[in-house]
């Protein structure tokens, strides 16, 4: 697919070009190694590294053009040069244009908050398909075209990839697409360019400062997603979350509210809560669902409001919803022959934990104690670490601090860090096991008849990130085993 660099230019203002906007441009890449002949190279400043520092390795591989936003020292002889005062917004923009403005051709709609926003991603990718249509999904845990899975390495894919993933669903003839839309994505640009149909707001809580430095930064990272969106899109935002009239501020689309308290345009009510499933009154009907917890009711209105906003049938919808699941590794629960029933959750904020916590205890009809894995990620934000802790000691008979993705960490130090947050008189509900096969097998062992294990904070990962280096590792398995071994 070839295009013109003045045609890939065509939606940005260009502060100085130097050459040729006539020539041929075979492929677009901000990484380097990616540049081949014919290639755009955008200079991307990023966390890690500025790709203006690469400029003269993608001219040496033979890349045809580099936007940037300082000219190189030097401007080699047949190679175009446009600057520009964002490269990583141009990047955005550039892509879309490369790709044909796939989001245009497609009805895409963004879920965006701290919590929830792979379930309801991937429950309004469910409901659409069982609705009879295409559909695409970004997510998480996984990105599918329709029926076919394509693996997922960041929760909002880098503009490029991102665009070339909807191209391929418009190709595959998808009408729908549901995509989770992560803070990173919105301050880094990688959704510029994009034509939304509507987008729909979860809650926001404490999480992502070690990117964003400061709640403030976090909360306009979210809004600016809202602020981005069309007239003619929606804007859904959850009425009960004090930050979500702050997300309806700037928009210029349509707005819409759901909720369990507050006045809103789309109510529910909670009339039972079990571990069985929840039975909730949607638009005056009860109906059953499978998933579990005050949580998951916030998460199936809001994905029945999204449905209603694309104008489908609501009878269909609510028929269709009560018989699926959630998404992987989201209140993910077995029962062990011995009658211990253990939950895996992705739970990785201290808002998470608590609700998940707090489901469990709300359900906990004949438990006799509830026995929580949790540790923290490393090279993240470390602020979540003593609140995680406390929250899981405060909802908790017995808790295990252990290891999450140390990454570069020594997962001791981060054991620590949550251990500080401990209050003295939950100090002697506490085991330290750093190695998480060996907390999730002592969690089994401690476990009797009527028990609940939470595992939290990796879900549906299949990997411990150590030192650079992933390795194998599913928390639903080894629970498997393990409890399978005590049974």
């Known amino acids: 697919m070839s295009r013109t660099f003045t045609e890939l230019l065509g939606g940005i203002t260009v502060l100085d070009l130097q050459g040729s906007g006539t020539v041929g441009i075979e492929n677009i890449c901000f990484d380097s190694r990616q540049v081949k002949v014919g290639s755009l190279f ?16 993608a001219v040496e591989l033979g890349a045809s053009a580099i936007v940037c936003e300082t000219f190189p020292s030097e401007l080699a002889t047949g190679v ?16 879309s244009e490369f790709y044909g ?5 497609m009805k895409l709609v963004g879920v965006t908050g701290t919590n929830g926003k792979t379930t309801v ?15 695409g999904l970004v997510s998480t845990v996984e990105n599918y075209i329709h029926n076919s899975v394509v693996p997922s390495t960041h929760t909002t894919p880098d503009p490029i990839a991102l665009n070339g993933l909807l191209a391929e669903m418009v190709a595959a003839g998808c009408d729908y697409c549901f995509m989770e839309v992560s803070s990173h994505a919105v301050a880094q640009h990688r959704i510029a360019g994009l034509q939304f149909s509507g987008g729909v707001f979860t809650n926001l809580t404490h999480d992502h400062l070690d990117f964003h430095k400061t709640f403030d930064a976090y909360l306009k990272a979210k809004r600016g997603f809202f602020d981005s969106l069309p007239k003619s899109a929606f804007a859904l935002t959850n009425a009960d979350d004090r930050n979500g009239h702050i997300m309806l501020q ?18 529910v009510r909670i009339v039972e809560n079990e571990l069985s499933g929840l039975i909730l009154e949607i638009d005056g009907q009860e109906v059953w669902f499978k998933l579990i ?13 999204t449905a209603m906003l694309l104008e489908q049938d609501s009878n269909r919808v609510l028929t269709i919803l009560s018989r699926l699941n959630s998404a992987e590794g989201r209140f993910d629960y077995i029962t062990a022959p011995n009658g211990v029933i253990a939950i895996v959750d ?57 290891s999450d993705n140390p990454r570069s960490e020594e997962p001791m130090d981060i054991i620590r860090e949550m251990e500080a947050g401990v209050s003295p008189e939950n100090k002697r509900k506490v085991l330290v096991i750093a190695d998480r096969g ?50």
């Open 101 to 105: 403005h796939p989001s245009e051709s």
């Open 438 to 487: 060996e907390a999730i097998r002592t969690a089994c062992h401690l476990a009797k008849a009527g028990d609940i294990i939470l595992v939290a904070g990796k879900g549906h990962e299949k990997y411990q990130e150590i030192k650079g280096v992933k390795h194998p590792f599913d928390d639903k398995k080894v629970l498997t085993e393990q409890l399978i071994q005590v049974g």
């Open 250 to 267: 700037n928009t210029k689309a349509y707005k819409k509210s759901y909720g369990l308290k507050n006045m809103a345009d789309f109510k």
């Open 42 to 57: 955008i200079a991307v400043k990023g966390t890690l590294s500025d790709g203006h520092d690469y400029i003269g390795k």
């Open 121 to 135: 991603a991937t429950l309004l990718f469910k409901l659409f398909k069982e609705l009879g249509y295409k559909v």
């Open 293 to 305: 917890g005050n949580f998951n009711a916030y998460n199936l209105l809001s994905v029945y409001a």
């Open 80 to 95: 175009s040069y446009a600057v520009v005062a964002d490269s990583a917004l141009a990047l955005g923009l550039i892509a």
């Open 346 to 402: 992705y739970a990785h904020t201290p808002d998470a934990v608590q609700n998940v916590l707090s489901t469990i205890q709300s359900v906990r009809k004949g438990i006799e104690q509830v026995i929580t894995v949790i540790g923290c990620g490393g090279d993240r934000d470390k602020t979540k670490r003593k609140p995680m802790a406390q929250i899981a000691c405060d909802w908790s008979n017995k808790v295990i601090l252990t």
